[in-house]
Structure formats: structure tokens, C-alpha cells
């Protein structure tokens, strides 16, 4: 035999092992080969010797070569060669267990020369008598599939499997049902990616017709966990034909509600959402959705991380139908030790859940909340405080005391974001609790964070006629005005402006003071270009300026959803996906669809699913933020005025100054969004940013157009122009910092 | 569907790579390494890079990994997980780098049967001890006929179950482990209670008997409807897959043919009337900024001829805590720097005894004063032959082609660790 490679070293003294008259000696060497496999090594040069081994009575040593092969075929292609003898002549063997590993290893071999091989095994193989055989091989027909779709449409595969699907084995219809989606699935995205090019007729290769569905049906309660996965998603697909039909699967899907494993009671979930749209009886759909509720609740006692799924995909459900759990918000409360990203979740729920009759529960659990350790999490309790409010009416005393309460414990994040929630409950009950502003204001000095500043700022300019030493307290921030952030500054600016038009006597010299700093020390362009606006009002028409920026604000309210009605639906037919988990469409983190800035915006299918979903995204995601979208129009006209103004202006005029916001950091929400994604970033935001752009020009009429105009030309490529607008957008919400 | 499934160590080496799929390169591993062993900020189970998911779950300081490229199912792919672990745990023991290390072998052929181009396939863990061993097995004639039985148990309808098992002794016993959860608020009021039950159920029964079980149950869909009677109400229950879940949603019966050997019949939960076995009164006072004051009493709250075995109360302490001193009765009590609490051991209290514990923590002072979180105390415990829920297994029948008797043993397990939770 020829020598490769040098006489010494690991793979040397493998290689005499693999080679050696002693079994053992082999079998051991060959599982040191896996072992150096395993943490990377490189030992491909062993093929040979290790393919010597292939043809033995020992299973064990036989699956040990096949693993082998898996991983090295792809780079030894001549010599995988040598082993189609050895699998054509497994595929023979008495043994069915052998037979399927030969099918099932061949599949996985990805090598183009031992493809043509495959063909006759797995002829054989799709019609042996024993179906363990049958079931390895439905699933090697969508591997050969994904390698070369047209040696299996040659083959007549395709119908094989359609066949199949009336095999009297249950693990052999759910293999076939899966092997059949996971085919349409590929052929659906060739035909979407590529719509030039030789697209094999795949135009609903798996198409479940009325006699598929029922052979499902029984199949369905037979078959292991994961087969009633793979045939309720198949199931999912299917359009029924009328009432009746909807009817009948719901019935027949309802019991798998019972089934041990998490995925197979959230596909069911699924299934009924989907088919519950055609059920017409009232009564009905009430007992399907009074039998999906305890169910979801067992969920909770999963593992966290199917606990993390189940609550997410709740979460999801509860915005289409709020209902759902209404009496159960006690199995919501946050055990101490729950992971982080459970508790979260729990207490997004548990606010969704919140009504009159359980507010006070819910109140004493978030305020115990408020104690832990976990800054994160302890925040976010807080913030619900502050959503509780806003959503019920009755209670907002309740969590005004409650707040009080926390402000007293003077931890410095805890005040911080009390006064940050206190001001929504201000802007959702003007002039209500006023009683409060004292206490607040004594915290002014622990407060060190830009959001909270400017909140405190913007309730002391709201309520500035009502407080004695309003000057007095804003004339610290003027002081300090340079230093500020850029959110703060401009909260500054707009507060120290009411406070003059409500008190002019007293105030003459904080505003000359705010304005000459704002205007001639500042670097920020969108703070000197309000602060000129607000001077320009101020000096020309002081009736009208009051009119602008005394305006009363619109309501906040909670919004009920967080995604748009169109992707919600669509989400909640995806129920258990990595979609609902996240709650985006798939194409926002799945390969094909994932199209980059430029795709989406000069696409010819100007209305694609993908800028579709991309919008509702967006959308969704300003529905998230409603509540502090709304509060950044502080004072109504004026902000908007003004922040399209400036923005526009200052993209336009001055660039410099403007890419240095651009490079500067900024807490804008859609990264957030986007973050997530990690390094798909500039691909999405860009995306995502253009309708907001679209949402901000139409909020402020011709300026953000013009804003968007003026911009285009100034950015370097794509990407950057894109984030330009988004950058924008984020200093408008940053604006106030009510973020 | 799974692309590709890891097993990393704390270090995030890779102990276990396999790929199921072609739109993954073994470097993908790196990855994971880099965006989540070594990031300590990450608080998701579920990663996104790009197109790629990570899914992963801890166990004993591993990383089980699953990736995937498309619109997967989150459930399933995480059940899975949780379903490989079982399966490792039930073969090599525990689960831990060692043993996946020594077991390398015998775990890519369990991955490679249990999933297939990523699709979970088989996972019945009796069906898999048949045919994958940690001996080595030869395929041979005698082999073959064997083999085909093995295959029609993986694919059959009742995959849990051989044909031809044989006792001499037919015999089924059944525990019915019940886990109380509590959080109880500081003024003593129950916030939530409730009980995660389930009925574990070992089965030594020969040829295919056809098993009917009985409970004092009763499924509560609706809650409006009035309670009556002893029957226990049941928010919800999960089955087996050997339960026939069309029988039990039309007729409320739960029949099966059980796997042989040791397995999960059902899960249930239970809100209602939840009994709580042991009452935890705590008093702490905060003396200045100096010193903390404990006194704890445990009531057992049940029959006098019952007893409740190990239990550990942990009771947190400020931060700050230099010493305690601890007074007990009863058990042993320590206090334990390193986790911040006083670790209360009572090997055993019977029914209607009382215990308590008294302790004075002193503090150091601290420059910044913070104010104490009180963590709730923890409770542990093993109450036997008394459930929480008051569920009761009325009958256990079992029928066989050739009618032979068999004993059922019946037993009773409430237990609590972790999820037992007083404030204070």
C-alpha cells in the first residue's frame, strides 16, 4: 500500500491500528478516529484505512464507519466510491436494521458519485416489507431531494410517497408526511428564490387533499410524539372545505391537548387556531377555547425554556382573544428563582391579564417584585406598575401609592424608574395627582439617568404654573444645560418655554438664558434648531405660541396588541414556530427571505411578502412604543414641528454635525427590534426604518419629506442611507427621552 | 427541523457534533462558543445570528445545543432536548462531560436513531435499550429475527411495548408524586398554591394487558360548576402516549397498554383545595442597621400517623451578614456564607408537631446603605402517603388474553423543592 503522509504522529500510529490483524485493536483505533473527529481534528487523511473496515458483523463498528463516512465524503469524493459496493450490499441484508442504516447513511452522504447509486436501494427500500425500512427510506427520499431534485422526480419518488401516506404503520405516514413538507417546503423556496432557471414542478408538490386529510386523522392517534408534530403541522396546511370540515378536524385534533410533550399540545394549538376560523357555532369555538386554556397552563411546569416558549406563543394568543385565561393570572406570579427571561414574560402577561377584579393581586406581587436583586427585572416590574395604571382607571391610585412607596426607598434605579412611569400616568390623568409632584421633585438629585431626568423635567414644565419654585428647580438643568444629554436638552428647552408662557412675570430670565445657551453652546442641532424656533414664536407671536406648544396632548392607552392584525394572524398560525416565539415574520430571520436593503427596495415584486411582513414589523413595533411615541409629542404641534424641522434641516445643511449623531449612540427602540438579530442589523433596520420614515413624514406633513429628500443624496451607500432616516427617527424619539 | 446538534462544555469545547443538514459547517460551533458560552449577557435560551437559531439547554454544566436555520419549532426542539437528556440519563446515569465523554460513542448511535435529517424519530427509551447497547452487538443470523421484532416495535402502534414479556410475578406498582408550588406573601396570605402531579407507574406485567384506571377525579373545564362530593378537580391532565386520548376525551376513562418496565402515566394539575402540609410563620425584625432577628416556627399540618422526612428551610440573610447564631429545637441549623442563608435540616416532624427556629444575625455596616431584598424562605420537604391534592387512585384493572391475577401497589408521595416559597 502507498504511504501518505509522514511516518509519525497521531494519525500515523492510527493508521497501522486501523490496518491491524486484530479486531479490537481496529475497533478501538477506529473509535479514537470518532474521538479526534469529534473536537475537529483533521483526519481525513485516514479514509482509506478506515473504509477497510466498513464491511463487518459488527453493528456497532459499522455505525462507528458510517459516521465516519458522513463527515468525509464530502471532501474524499473518489474514494467514497469504494464503500457504494459495501451499502448496495447492506441495503440487502437480512437484518432490516442494517438495511435502514445503509439507506439512512447513504442519504447523508452528500456525495455527487454515490447519489446515482442510491436510486435502486431506495426503490427497494420504499416498498420493503418492514417498515422501519420504509419509514428510513420516506425520509432519505427528501434528503436525495435537497441534493438532486431531479433523480427523484425521475424516479417517480414523489408518487411513491404520496403512496405512502396510506401505509397501514403510523411512524411510516409520519415520516412520509414529513418528508413530503420538507420537499414542498424546498421546492416552494427554489421557486421564490429563483423565478428563472429550471424549476422542477414543484408548484405544490404536497397539496393535502380531503382523502389525505382523513388518512392524517387516523394517523394522528397512533403515531409517536414527534410523528403527530410532523402530521398536525400537515394539518395546519390543510384549507378545509366548509364548516363541516373545520368542524370535524378541530374535534378530532382537541385530544392531542392531553399529550405529554410540549410541542405536540402547541401544535394542536395550532391546528385549532387555523381551523377555528371556519367553525361557525358559537358554542363550539367556546369549548375549544375553554379546552385550550388548562392546558397552556400545564406549559408552566415544563422546563423553562419550553415554559419561555409556551409563554410567549400565550402571549400571542391572549392578544387575539383575551380571554383565554382570564381567572388564571395566580399561575402567572414569578417564583424567585425562575429565569430571568420567564419572569419577563410572566409579567408582560400578567399585565395583559390585569382587570378590576384582580388588580389588587397584581399590584402587592409587582411592588414584591420591585425588591429583587435583578436590575433588569426589577424595572420592568415598575414599568408595569405604570401600564397598570394607564389600563385601569380605578386603580391608578392604587399604583400611584404604590410607586410612592418605592420612591421612598430611594434605590437610586428605583426612584429613577417610577419617575419615568409616573409620567405616563400624568399624561393619562391630567392634572389628577398632583399631590405627588413633591415628593418627586425632592428626588431631583438622585436622578442621573437622561430618561428620568427628562421625565421629571417634563412633568415640572406640565404642572409648572402649580409648583411655587418651578424657575427655581428648571434653572438647575439651565445651569447645567451643556452638560446635559441631548434628550435632556431638548426637554429642558420645551419645558423652560411653558413654564414662560404660563408664568412670564418671573421666568423672563430662565427662557433668555435657556435660549441664548441652546442656540449659540450647543452642538446638537436639533436642540439649537428648536430652541431658534421657539425663539422665533416666542418673539413673533406669543398668542400663537401658546396656542403650539400649550396644546392639549392626545390620550395614551395600552395597545392591545403588539403586532399588526394581519401578522398577528398569520402568527398565530405559526403557533410553537421560531416565528410566534419572536413574534416577526419568518422572513425577518430565516435565509431566503432575509433580503437585504437594496432587494426590498427596488424589488419588481413591489409587494412582496417579505416588505409586507417587514412593515408589519415595523408597525407592530410603534405599536409596542404607542404609549411613548405619544408622550414624545409632549407639547402636541410644536415637538413635531420642530423635531421634523430640525431634523430635516440639519441633515440637509449641516452634515458633518450630523453624522456625528450618526455615529454617536442613541437608545433608539428599533434596536432593540433589531438587535436580536445580531449581524443581520443592517439589513433590518434599514428595512424596518423606512416605514417609520413614512409613519414620521406623514405625522409631520411636508417636513419629514422633505427631511427624507434631503438626506438621500448625502449617504454613502445603501445601508447608511437607510440608517440615516432611522437615526433620525431615534433622535426624534429620543427627543424627550421618554424611551 | 434540527440542522445540527452539539454538546459543548462549560469552556464551550465541543464533546458531541453532529450534522443533520447541509447548510451547516462543523464551524458553526465556534460561533455558539463565541456568541454564547463566552458571553455572559446572554438571557435567552434561544439565540438568532443572522438566519441561524441556537437552541440550548444546561444540564450539569453542559451546553445541549440544537441549530437550526428555518422557521422551527421552538417546543418541540427544546422537548427534544429535554428528551435526549432523559434518554443519556437513563443510560450512562448522570449526565455530565465525563460520562458524555466516556459514552461518545454510544451516543451518536443513540443521536443517530433518534433523529433522522433532523427529525426526532424513535425516543421511547425501553424501544432503545433493545437494540443499542453499551455491549457490542453482531449481526447474525439468530440476529436478524430478533432485529425484525425490534423494528416492528420501533414503528408499531404500541412502540412502547414488546410483544413477548414475561413475569412469573405479575405486578404493577404506582406512585403518585404530587409537587406542592407556594408562594405565600408576607402576611401570611396563600398568593398561589397549587400542585404539579404525576403518576409514575412501573409495570411488570406479561403478554399485552389492556390496563383501566381510576381516580377520584374530576376534570374541571368549566369552573363555574359547583364542586361536590370528595372528587378532586383537576385543571388539566397529560397523558402517556400509550393513553388513548379519543377514549379519555369522550368517555373519561384512561385505558393503555403500558410500556413495560418504568414510565410516566400522567401528568395533572391541580389548583383547588390544595392542602399545604407545612406552615411556615416567620418573624423578622431588623434591629437598626446592626442586627437581624429570626424567629420561624414550621407547624405540620396533617394527620399525627404521617411524617414529613427531610426538611430543609432556607432562610435568606442580608448581604452583609458577618455571623449568626442559630436556636433550635429540632434538626440542625448553620448558616452558610457562601449562598446567604441559615440552612435549617429537620430529618423529621410529625404530624401536628411544632418546631422553631430562633436566630440573630448580626451585620457589618455598610457605606452605602441598600435596602434588603428578603429573598422568600424556601422550603423542601417529603411528606409519604399524603397528596396535597387529596387525589386518591380508586382502582387499577388490568386485562390479559390469558387472565392471570396480578397486585397492585399503591403509593403516595407530596414533596416540595424549590417551589415552596414563604415571604416575609
Known sequence: ?739 | MISAFFIFNQKGEVLISRLFRTDFKRSIADVFRIQVVSNPDVRSPIITLGSTSFFHTRVNNLYVVAVTKSNANAALIFEFCYKFINIAKSYFGKVDEESVKNNFVVIYELIDEIVDFGYPQNSEIDTLKTYITTESVVSSAVAVEESSKITAQATGATSWRRGDVKYKKNEAFVDVIENVNLIMSAKGNVLRADVDGHIQMRAYLSGTPECKFGLNDKLVIDKSQGSGGDAVELDDCHFHQCVRLHEFDLTRTISFVPPDGEFELMRYRSTTNVKLPLRVLPTVTEIGTSQVSYAVTVKANFNSKLSATNVVLRIPTPLNTTNVECKVANGKAKYVPAENVIVWKIPRIQGGQECTLSANAELTSMTTRQVWARPPIDVDFQVLMFTSSGLIVRFLKVFEKSGYTSIKWVRYLTKASGTYQIRF
Not at chain 1, 168 to 175: E, T
Not at chain 1, 283 to 311: D, G, H, R, Y
Not at chain 1, 422 to 446: A, H, Q, W
Open chain 1, 1 to 739: 500500500m502507498s504511504v501518505r503522509g509522514p511516518r509519525k504522529g497521531e494519525n500515523y500510529e492510527l493508521s497501522i491500528d486501523l490496518n491491524s490483524e486484530y479486531r479490537d485493536k481496529r475497533k478501538d483505533a477506529i473509535k479514537r478516529v470518532i474521538a479526534a473527529m469529534t473536537v475537529g481534528k483533521d483526519v481525513s487523511g485516514l479514509f482509506p484505512d478506515v473504509l477497510k473496515n466498513m464491511q463487518t458483523e459488527d453493528l456497532e463498528q459499522k455505525k462507528l464507519v458510517y459516521l465516519y463516512l458522513m463527515n468525509y465524503a464530502k471532501t474524499q469524493p473518489e474514494l467514497v466510491i469504494l464503500a457504494v459496493n459495501t451499502f448496495v450490499k447492506d441495503t440487502d441484508d437480512p437484518n432490516p436494521l442494517v438495511r435502514a442504516l445503509a439507506i439512512r447513511t447513504m442519504g447523508c452522504l452528500r456525495a455527487e458519485k454515490i447519489i446515482d447509486y442510491l436510486s435502486d436501494p431506495l426503490q427497494k427500500g420504499l416498498r420493503d416489507e418492514n417498515p422501519y425500512v420504509r419509514k428510513t427510506a420516506a425520509l432519505c427520499v427528501a434528503k436525495l431531494y435537497s441534493l438532486k431534485p431531479e433523480l427523484v422526480i425521475e424516479n417517480g419518488f414523489l408518487e411513491q410517497l404520496h403512496d405512502m401516506i396510506s401505509d397501514a404503520n403510523p411512524m411510516v405516514v409520519a415520516n412520509t408526511v414529513a418528508a413530503l413538507t420538507d420537499i414542498h417546503m424546498t421546492a416552494t423556496s427554489q421557486l421564490s428564490s429563483s423565478s428563472a432557471g429550471p424549476v422542477p414542478e414543484g408548484e405544490g408538490i404536497f397539496v393535502i387533499s380531503p382523502a389525505i386529510l382523513s388518512k392524517l386523522l387516523i394517523a394522528l392517534n397512533e403515531c409517536s410524539e414527534w410523528g403527530r408534530v410532523a402530521i398536525l403541522n400537515a394539518l395546519a396546511r390543510y384549507e378545509a372545505q366548509g364548516e363541516k370540515e373545520s368542524d370535524h378536524i378541530c374535534e378530532r385534533v382537541v385530544p392531542q391537548f392531553q399529550h405529554a410533550n410540549g410541542g405536540v399540545v402547541l401544535a394542536a394549538v395550532k391546528v385549532i387556531m387555523i381551523h377555528i376560523r371556519g367553525v361557525q357555532r358559537p358554542e363550539l369555538i367556546k369549548s375549544l377555547i375553554k379546552k385550550m386554556a388548562p392546558p397552556l397552563v400545564t406549559l408552566l411546569s415544563s422546563p423553562p425554556e419550553v415554559q419561555w416558549v409556551a409563554l410567549r406563543n400565550i402571549n400571542l394568543l391572549l392578544q387575539k382573544r383575551p380571554d383565554i385565561l382570564q381567572s388564571e393570572m395566580r399561575v402567572f406570579f414569578c417564583k424567585y428563582n425562575d429565569p430571568l427571561y420567564v419572569k419577563v414574560e410572566k409579567l408582560d402577561i400578567m399585565v395583559r391579564l390585569a382587570g378590576e377584579n384582580n388588580v389588587e393581586a397584581l399590584l402587592s406581587e409587582l411592588k414584591e417584585y420591585s425588591s429583587e436583586v435583578d436590575v433588569d427585572f426589577v424595572r420592568k416590574s415598575i414599568k408595569a406598575i405604570g401600564q397598570t395604571a394607564v389600563k385601569i382607571d380605578s386603580a391608578a391610585e392604587r399604583c400611584v401609592n404604590v410607586l410612592l412607596e418605592l420612591i421612598n426607598t430611594r434605590v437610586s434605579y428605583v426612584v429613577q424608574e417610577a419617575v419615568v412611569v409616573m409620567k405616563d400616568i400624568f399624561r393619562k390623568y391630567p392634572s389628577t395627582y398632583e399631590g405627588v409632584i413633591p415628593t418627586l421633585c425632592s428626588n431631583l438629585d438622585e436622578l442621573d439617568e437622561p430618561e428620568a431626568k427628562a421625565s421629571l423635567i417634563w412633568i415640572i414644565g406640565e404642572y409648572a404654573n402649580k409648583i411655587d419654585n418651578a424657575d427655581e428647580l428648571l434653572g438647575i438643568f439651565v445651569d447645567s444645560f451643556t452638560e446635559e444629554s441631548y434628550p435632556v436638552q431638548l426637554q429642558t428647552l420645551t419645558a423652560v418655554v411653558k413654564l414662560f408662557l404660563k408664568k412670564p412675570d418671573s421666568s423672563q430670565g430662565v427662557v433668555q438664558r435657556v435660549l441664548n445657551t441652546a442656540t449659540k453652546d450647543c452642538d446638537s442641532p436639533d436642540v439649537r434648531d428648536r430652541a431658534y424656533i421657539y425663539w422665533r414664536l416666542l418673539s413673533s407671536d406669543p398668542a400663537s405660541a401658546k396656542a403650539v406648544v400649550l396644546a392639549d396632548r392626545p390620550p395614551i392607552s395600552i395597545p392591545q396588541t403588539t403586532v399588526a392584525p394581519a401578522l398577528l394572524e398569520k402568527l398565530l398560525g405559526e403557533i410553537s414556530s421560531l416565528a410566534s416565539v419572536y413574534h416577526k415574520p419568518e422572513e425577518t430571520f430565516v435565509g431566503k427571505g432575509r433580503v437585504g436593503a437594496d432587494s426590498v427596495q427596488r424589488g419588481p415584486t413591489g409587494l412582496s411578502d417579505a416588505q409586507r411582513a417587514l412593515q408589519t414589523v415595523a408597525q407592530g413595533q410603534q405599536a409596542e412604543n404607542l404609549l411613548d411615541l405619544d408622550s414624545d409629542e409632549v407639547s402636541g404641534d410644536t415637538t413635531s414641528l420642530g423635531g421634523g424641522l430640525s431634523s430635516g434641516l440639519a441633515a440637509m445643511e449641516i452634515t458633518p454635525a450630523a453624522k456625528n449623531i450618526i455615529s454617536g449612540t442613541s437608545s433608539n427602540p428599533l434596536d432593540d427590534l433589531v438587535s436580536i438579530f445580531g449581524n443581520s442589523t443592517p439589513a433590518m433596520s434599514s428595512n424596518v426604518s423606512s416605514p417609520v420614515q413614512q409613519s414620521q413624514s406623514s405625522q409631520f406633513g411636508g417636513m419629514g419629506g422633505f427631511g427624507d429628500l434631503g438626506l438621500s443624496p448625502t449617504a454613502p451607500k445603501p445601508a447608511g442611507n437607510a440608517s440615516s432616516p432611522q437615526q433620525q427617527q431615534g433622535q426624534e424619539e429620543d427627543l424627550l427621552g421618554l424611551f
